[in-house]
T-cell receptor, first 113, second 116 residues
Framework: GDSVTQMEGPVTLSEEAFLTINCTYT??????LFWYVQYPGEGLQLLLK?????DKGSNKGFEATYRKETTSFHLEKGSVQVSDSAVYFC????????????FGQGTTLQVKP | DAGVIQSPRHEVTEMGQEVTLRCKPI?????LFWYRQTMMRGLELLIY????????DSGMPEDRFSAKMPNASFSTLKIQPSEPRDSAVYFC??????????????FGQGTRLTVV
């Protein structure tokens, strides 16, 4: 069935380091892809999204490109800040008319000063 | 709009008691989702509704769990009887379908349930 797989965490980086969090998916058809972020004690917030192949989503310095050939949607940021410390979730919206949204297991990012 | 509103924010109950979690989606949204988050299992989709009708409840762990959406502005997730392994954070989310595509889902702050 359709699924989302993220790299395991936690990921620990120093401030201003480059970030990559890998996300791959398995799906029939052409899903929409999302990255959500969860700060401690809060709900999930949309970070960025892409609705078709080769789209690039970007927000707050984060980017991810929808790669159909590799079924991937890796999250990147050129220079992380302490305030980026959070849990990041990759998510897939089924391409059928179901509206079903499923998430990867989440990757914890800790940025140290 | 105030966003997705969940209540209560925290709930502590004794094993065997009934627990009811509540959710008010964003006005106008036609999809509503219930998720459960634990350290071990991550974020699991329990059930979701479209226009108040349950579409997929395959994620509901067992018969002790039930969910309803009596109208477009309110949904409940009930656990009866509750067990310690139900302890988790439960999230409600809503989204809107426009032009044959769903918008992103908007999440509530969650209800942290502890069953002792």
């Amino acid at each position: 069935g359709d699924s989302v797989t993220q790299m395991e965490g936690p990921v620990t980086l120093s401030e201003e380091a480059f970030l990559t969090i890998n996300c791959t998916y398995t799906a029939t058809g052409y899903p929409s892809l999302f990255w959500y972020v969860q700060y401690p004690g809060e709900g999930l917030q949309l970070l960025l999204k892409a609705t078709k192949a080769d789209d690039k989503g970007s927000n707050k310095g984060f980017e991810a490109t929808y790669r159909k050939e590799t079924t991937s949607f890796h999250l990147e940021k050129g220079s992380v800040q302490v305030s980026d410390s959070a849990v990041y979730f990759c998510a897939l919206l089924f391409s059928s008319n179901t509206g079903k949204l499923i998430f990867g297991q989440g990757t914890t990012l800790q940025v140290k000063p | 709009d105030a966003g997705v509103i969940q209540s209560p924010r925290h709930e502590v109950t004794e094993m065997g008691q009934e627990v009811t979690l509540r959710c008010k989606p964003i006005s106008g949204h036609d999809y509503l989702f219930w998720y459960r988050q634990t350290m071990m299992r991550g974020l699991e989709l329990l059930i979701y509704f479209n226009n108040n009708v349950p579409i997929d409840d395959s994620g509901m762990p067992e018969d002790r769990f039930s969910a309803k959406m009596p109208n477009a502005s309110f949904s409940t997730l009930k656990i009866q009887p509750s067990e310690p392994r139900d302890s988790a954070v439960y999230f409600c989310a809503s989204s809107l379908r426009q032009a044959r595509m769903n918008t992103e889902a908007f999440f509530g702050q969650g209800t942290r349930l502890t069953v002792v």
